[in-house]
């Protein structure tokens, strides 16, 4: 496929000829030719599954390609192992959490490396210290120390922590896997500082993957679009910028029409009379005396930046932390842990996905039955035709791409995992869904069928309480909008179509 | 990357069923390997007398592992169930001297056993700290008393007079008791919530808490299970002989663990846990006990024979290929 509009001065840093890739049957790349130049920005978007992620996975040695060639630098290119290819200068960050757990944050970034620190035998972890001190600073982070025990950093911090120690003076190719959707609003101002300056000033090349069409279209400077393991098309930097750019690109990715409908289409903020959850001036740590009202039938969305305290008024919300004061009511009776909670219909969908909403290791059935294994148990057993029953039904509902209930969760790609977080609770028939960062790492096919069923989830008389940091789905989806900043309420508006991300924006920063 | 079912000996069904072939694979080879090696150094492994050495070998074991099933599937342990058989053989074996009572001696092992079951299960999750802890600190406690008992008694060994403990060695007896065993515990485990919440807080144990399950009320329970069939053990592990002593159950929970793993358990439970695994196990670690000294091993070689098996089953279950990323 020809590629448009680039400078043919540009030095061809990575190409791939004919790279092919196959997971038994499946196919994830067919037969694909992609060129890297210095200097660029690459974006790669398609939904999951399109084989995005594969090529670079393969590129940075993550796993061997079925059939093809790859060339790095004008010769020949096929790295054994992630390690190998990050010595040579291609580093991947990857989606999932990568750093080693309790030992500090110097040890991860040097982890492999601590020969440069050794005398007799012996580590100099002050010299250690000093080092990661001078690298998070030259990266711009400062509020993390070499000498910090990495259980004690957020999740987004720990984020950082991985693209300080991929990043080196030798890498030549970044790539940036989904990283985004895990790092704080001050991380990702630090990760595009970092990439703009790898290509800009240094001539090393970006290669960009993710679902935020956004960030995509404000950072990158080429778009490459992926469909079913084929490049779809090339998009330049002033295709982007062109009025209708995301309409096309979607209907790139998507190969179909998608519809105008992604969002909730009508403007008025509605509700049922009957209160379904009332948090009642709760107060913990830093939140002090917070209130809200959810009546059924009603969307409230929380938004604000990750540190603000919303994650915790969920958790709340749900039994899952002590509160100092206040309480949470459910159907008249006080939520007190999540045993409370579940029994009074109310179920949870945590931010991080993988550790704590699902189990990876365990089959699509066994996560979808197992808030309601108290109710499947008949005659002192649950019959394993009850268990098939309710999961197929979901997995039918939710359309799970799967080959059956049997197949493993962490087979799965984001989306799908994503579904069957939804569909334990819809499985249980919970009245009340606390989702957090419902669509976080979904593509837009499974964003808008999400979308789709939180709105069905809304008129069948389900009390939503949406926790999200994208503002355009809580403005597309919220019938009522509470803003948080520094752990207090700054703002609280009603569902409108005049409302707009940037007047959102400055009660958040 | 969906869709994919995995075909038959294909490359892909080797690595995801890894446990249950070695599970599986590792018992057939001792039965067939001995059936042909035994019969050749004289006596086959098979005859009446060798399969009857076999069963009770074999019983023990069994029982105290598949009653494990549930704990290991936690991804927990108990290193105090070698100490529990031979404080509960002992108290069987002195109360049924004292009082003619053996009934009594049963029951008050099992109040010990659901008491050190529950201590066991809460521990864990309300101290926060790693079950080989609370389960050390009981084998030490237990040794402590036994040593108390016998050498209050100043003996190493009792047994049982006016108490006929033939049928405990009857290995019609030992087969079926095995059999209703798996029977029970093959239903809570695979049919009923404890086992399938025991599992999924094994495989993730803050998805199950979000889920709704109480972690200490199923650990406790997975605990209480095992604590029983420790007893049912300690009962086949006294009847054998009709005594007990000091040293009775030493060892004990390490066997247990090893034939577990032998069997293809993941050591850190969750959803590969399997019932099969505990018997499967028990067997291939019995018919190596019996079988390797027929075919002239001598005794002192068998746990040598034995380490080499197990480190080769653990590298076929725990292949991970995986290096630390440089900088």
Same mark, same amino acid.
């Given at each position: 496929m020809e590629e448009r509009g680039t400078d043919m001065s540009q030095e061809i840093i990575f190409e791939a000829k004919h790279m092919h890739k196959a997971f038994g049957p499946t196919i994830a790349l067919k037969d694909v030719d992609i060129q890297i130049k210095r200097g660029e920005i690459r974006g790669l978007v398609g939904e999951n599954g399109s084989g995005k992620s594969t090529i670079m996975s393969i590129a940075a040695g993550m796993q061997p390609a079925t059939s093809g060639e790859m060339y790095y630098k004008g010769e020949k290119w096929s790295p054994k192992n992630m390690v190998e290819s990050q010595n040579q200068g291609i580093s991947m960050i990857l989606q999932e959490a990568n750093t080693i757990p309790h030992v500090t944050v110097a040890q991860n970034i040097f982890a492999g490396q601590e020969k440069l620190f050794s005398k007799a035998g012996l580590i100099n972890m002050t010299a250690m210290y000093?080092?990661?001190?001078?690298?998070?600073?030259?990266?711009?982070?400062?509020? %993390?120390?070499?000498?910090?025990?990495?259980? *004690?950093?957020?999740?987004?911090?720990?984020?950082? %922590?991985?693209?300080?120690?991929c990043v080196t003076d030798d890498t030549q190719i970044l790539v940036v896997d989904e990283t985004t959707t895990a790092l704080s609003h001050e991380g990702r101002e630090i990760l595009y500082k970092l990439i703009h300056k790898m290509t800009e000033e240094e001539n090393k090349a970006v290669v960009f993957v993710s679902h935020d069409m956004d960030e995509i279209l404000e950072q990158c400077n080429v778009l490459t679009v992926l469909r079913d393991g084929d490049i779809i098309g090339h998009l330049t930097r002033e295709e982007m910028d062109a009025p209708d750019a995301v309409q096309k690109i979607r209907l790139m990715m998507v190969g179909r029409e998608i519809g105008r409908k992604y969002f909730r289409e009508d403007f008025i903020p509605s509700h049922q009379e009957e209160v379904a959850l009332d948090i009642q001036n709760i107060s913990m740590g830093p939140i002090k005396d917070?209130?809200?009202?959810?009546?059924?039938?009603e969307i409230v969305g929380i938004g604000g930046l990750s540190g603000c305290g919303m994650h915790d008024i969920g958790k709340a919300a749900y039994g899952l932390v002590k509160l100092d004061k206040g309480q949470v009511i459910r159907n008249g009776k006080p939520v007190k842990n999540c045993l409370q909670a579940i029994e009074a219909g109310i179920g949870y969908i945590s931010k991080n996905r993988d550790l704590e909403a699902i189990i990876l290791d365990a089959p699509i059935q066994a996560n979808i039955v197992l808030p309601s294994l108290t109710s499947l148990t008949k005659g002192g057993y649950i019959r394993p035709k009850d268990e098939k029953k309710l999961s197929d039904e979901q997995i039918d509902a939710f359309r799970i791409k799967c080959g059956s209930g049997k197949q493993y969760v962490n087979t799965l790609s984001g989306g799908n995992k994503q579904k069957v977080s939804f569909a334990k609770w819809t499985a249980k028939g919970s009245d009340v869904i606390i989702m957090d960062s419902p669509t976080r790492g979904v593509d837009i096919g499974v964003k808008q069928a999400m979308y789709a069923l939180i709105e069905q989830m809304k008129a069948e008389g389900k009390a939503i309480l949406m926790i999200s940091e994208e503002l355009s789905e809580l403005i597309g989806m919220s019938d *009522?909008?509470?803003?948080?900043?520094?752990?207090?309420?700054?703002?609280?508006?009603? *569902?409108?179509?005049?409302?707009?991300?940037?007047?959102? %924006?400055?009660y958040m920063i | 990357m969906e869709n994919t079912k995995t075909k038959i000996f294909s490359k892909n069904w080797f690595k995801t069923n890894a446990s249950a072939i070695a599970g599986y694979g590792g018992v057939l080879f001792c039965i067939i390997f001995?059936? +042909?090696?035994?019969? &050749?150094?004289?006596?086959?492994i098979w005859s009446a007398a060798k399969l009857s050495t076999l069963i009770s070998d074999v019983i023990v074991l069994a029982i105290l592992s598949v009653g494990a099933v549930f704990v290991y599937s936690l991804g927990s342990m108990d290193i105090s169930i070698g100490k529990q058989v031979g404080l509960y053989a002992t108290i069987m074996v002195a109360i049924t001297n004292s009082t003619g009572s053996f009934i009594l001696g049963v029951l008050i092992s099992l109040v010990i056993a659901v008491f050190i079951g529950l201590v066991n299960g809460a521990t864990g999750e309300l101290l926060h700290i790693h079950s080989v802890v609370s389960s050390l600190v009981f084998m030490m406690v237990l040794s402590g008393i036994s040593t108390l008992i016998y050498s209050g008694m100043g003996s190493r060994n009792v047994a049982l007079k006016n108490f006929d403990h033939h049928i405990f060695k009857s290995p019609v007896l030992m087969v079926i008791v095995l059999i209703v065993e798996v029977i029970i515990v093959t239903f809570l485990f695979n049919f009923t919530k404890f086992g399938k919440n025991a599992r999924a807080i094994g495989a993730n144990p803050v998805a199950a808490e979000q889920s709704g399950i109480n972690l200490v009320k199923y650990k406790m329970i997975a605990y209480v299970i095992m604590g029983v069939f420790v007893v049912v053990a300690a009962i086949f592990q006294m009847g054998y002989t009709g005594s007990a002593s000091d040293s009775t159950g030493t060892g004990f929970e390490m066997n247990v663990m090893v034939a577990l793993i032998l069997g293809g358990m993941p050591l850190s439970g969750g959803m590969k846990s399997r019932v099969s695994c505990a018997v499967l196990g028990s067997f291939t670690f019995s018919l190596l006990n019996v079988g390797l000294p027929i075919i002239g091993i001598p005794v002192n070689t068998v746990n040598f024979i034995k380490a080499i098996?197990? +480190?080769?089953?653990? &590298?076929?279950?725990?292949?991970?290929?995986?290096? +630390? &990323?440089?900088?």
């Open positions: 000093k080092k990661a001190d001078e690298l998070l600073q030259k990266f711009g982070i400062s509020n %993390i120390k070499g000498k910090d025990p990495v259980g *004690r950093l957020t999740f987004e911090d720990r984020k950082l %922590i991985e693209i300080v120690r917070f209130s809200l009202t959810l009546r059924k039938g *009522r909008l509470i803003i948080m900043k520094d752990f207090r309420v700054t703002a609280e508006m009603e *569902r409108s179509a005049d409302l707009k991300q940037t007047d959102i %924006i400055e | 001995f059936s +042909i090696a035994t019969p &050749l150094a004289g006596e086959s098996i197990f +480190i080769i089953v653990v &590298l076929i279950t725990c292949r991970k290929s995986r290096g +630390i &990323l440089p900088r």
